[in-house]
């Protein structure tokens, strides 16, 4: 994805992530229509805006 200092831009071209926790200490995230393409961690942590 082309990058732009237009955040509006970026809003519209992004890919929506799920996250899901298998169990407490476990979270997958997977791209909104691909579940073969995840990423699972250990450790997340909560965003701030």
Request: glycine share 4%; hydrophobic share 30%.
């Amino acid at each position: 994805m082309p990058r732009s200092d237009d955040p509006d831009a970026d809003r519209e071209a992004s890919t929506a992530v799920q996250s899901f926790q298998s169990s407490p200490d476990w979270t997958v995230f997977t791209e909104e229509g691909n579940p073969d393409g995840w990423i699972a961690t250990d450790l997340t942590v909560d965003l701030t805006r």
